[in-house]
T-cell receptor, first 114, second 116 residues
Framework: AQSVTQLDSQVPVFEEAPVELRCNYS??????LFWYVQYPNQGLQLLLK??????LVKGINGFEAEFNKSQTSFHLRKPSVHISDTAEYFC????????????FGSGTRLSIRP | DTGVSQDPRHKITKRGQNVTFRCDPI?????LYWYRQTLGQGPEFLTY????????KSRLLSDRFSAERPKGSFSTLEIQRTEQGDSAMYLC??????????????FGPGTRLTVL
């Protein structure tokens, strides 16, 4: 079975500061990896995904994530955050063979201070 | 492309009542998914359809839950004899099919259920 651990439930940062949201996964088979964002009162939106190839993945709104197979991690980063980045961020995985079923982490709430 | 829509957005019901939610996927997306999200947690997979066929069901989907997609377009999720533990946000998503199963799932805004 697959599982996802998001190590921080809340991350407060100042505006224009860099941020890293941590994600570790567990799986005995190969997986695809995702980061989704949920803005207040809105649905989930895909930020970025890793399928294969380059381990550094760039997404929307200036976010990027790096896949590290040896550490089973997929941390999300942004060099300079904006107030509009305030949201809940979910790391997620699917198996190669059953990519219909997404396994989500418990989420990290990113709050930006002016 | 109007996105995935869900109806109603909010539902308050009394314990023991039946409720039904509707999801309209993005046009021409043949895969449709249901997830449940409780407070402070990530979404949990419930079930998914490819066209009208229900291909996978989670163990979370007890006998009181039933989902249908009769014509391969919209889907309904019914909960019978609701319990307070059913209170959650019910999310629907859709995706087109690809050989590698890697297509993005597009999520609707959800239906928030409160069972009193």
């Amino acid at each position: 079975a697959q599982s996802v651990t998001q190590l921080d439930s809340q991350v407060p940062v100042f505006e224009e500061a860099p941020v890293e949201l941590r994600c570790n996964y567990s799986s005995s088979v190969s997986v695809y990896l995702f980061w989704y964002v949920q803005y207040p009162n809105q649905g989930l939106q895909l930020l970025l995904k890793y399928l294969s190839g380059s381990t550094l993945v760039k997404g929307i709104n200036g976010f990027e994530a790096e896949f590290n197979k040896s550490q089973t991690s997929f941390h999300l980063r942004k060099p300079s955050v904006h107030i509009s980045d305030t949201a809940e961020y979910f790391c997620a995985v699917t198996r190669y063979s059953s990519a219909s079923k997404i396994i989500f982490g418990s989420g990290t709430r990113l709050s930006i201070r002016p | 492309d109007t996105g995935v829509s869900q109806d109603p957005r909010h539902k308050i019901t009394k314990r023991g009542q039946n409720v039904t939610f509707r999801c309209d996927p993005i046009s021409e997306h043949n895969r449709l998914y249901w997830y449940r999200q409780t407070l402070g947690q990530g979404p949990e997979f419930l079930t998914y359809f490819q066209n009208e066929a229900q291909l996978e069901k989670s163990r979370l989907l007890s006998d009181r839950f039933s989902a249908e997609r009769p014509k391969g377009s919209f889907s309904t999720l019914e909960i019978q004899r609701t319990e307070q533990g059913d209170s959650a946000m019910y999310l629907c998503a859709s995706s087109p099919r690809s050989e590698r199963n890697t297509d993005t799932q597009y999520f609707g805004p959800g239906t928030r259920l409160t069972v009193l």
